[in-house]
């Protein structure tokens, strides 16, 4: 018997984020906010420190069908956010439970909610929510 050589299909794990799909990501950052009652200046954090102007800006923008460049950290931003979302969407089948879980004490991070630990503004504390959120609705 011959060993028969491998296709291998080049990873896309880590692709950049096209423009389109920035802009995507923001529509539907803008409506993920309101779900989750997030008042401006908590946007402003979780969108690494963007400035109240801008967000207002951005809110507008995104009804008109714009907003303006996204560069590479609030596009990293944006998908993390979404990752967080979707971990919701599979532990909670009551979309309403996952929007209140964000603010809800947990014992798990100290009394904390997962929104105080986003709040400290850094891409690690949303990746790091992320991936507590994927390792709990895993098998694993």
């Given at each position: 018997m011959q060993l028969q050589s491998i296709v291998t299909t080049p990873a896309t794990v880590g692709a950049a984020i096209?423009?389109?799909?920035?802009?995507?990501?923001?529509?539907t950052t803008v409506n993920l906010f309101k779900?989750?009652?997030?008042?401006?200046?908590?946007?402003?954090?979780?969108?690494?420190?963007?400035?109240?102007?801008?967000?207002?800006?951005?809110?507008?923008?995104?009804k008109e069908g714009g907003v303006g460049r996204i560069d590479r950290d609030l596009r990293t931003r944006l998908?993390?956010?979404m990752?967080?979302?979707?971990?919701?969407?599979?532990?909670?089948?009551?979309?309403?439970r996952g929007y209140a879980w964000i603010r809800k004490p947990n014992a798990t991070f100290g009394g904390?909610?997962?929104?105080?630990?986003?709040?400290?503004?850094?891409?690690?504390?949303?990746?790091?929510?992320?991936?507590?959120?994927?390792a709990e609705r895993s098998a694993w």
């Open positions: 096209s423009d389109e799909e920035a802009g995507a990501l923001a529509r779900a989750w009652n997030l008042t401006d200046l908590e946007a402003c954090i979780l969108l690494g420190g963007m400035s109240a102007r801008t967000w207002a800006r951005w809110k507008t923008g995104v998908a993390h956010l990752g967080i979302h979707k971990g919701l969407r599979y532990l909670f089948t009551e979309p309403a904390q909610s997962a929104l105080d630990l986003m709040l400290r503004g850094e891409i690690s504390d949303l990746s790091a929510m992320r991936e507590w959120l994927d």
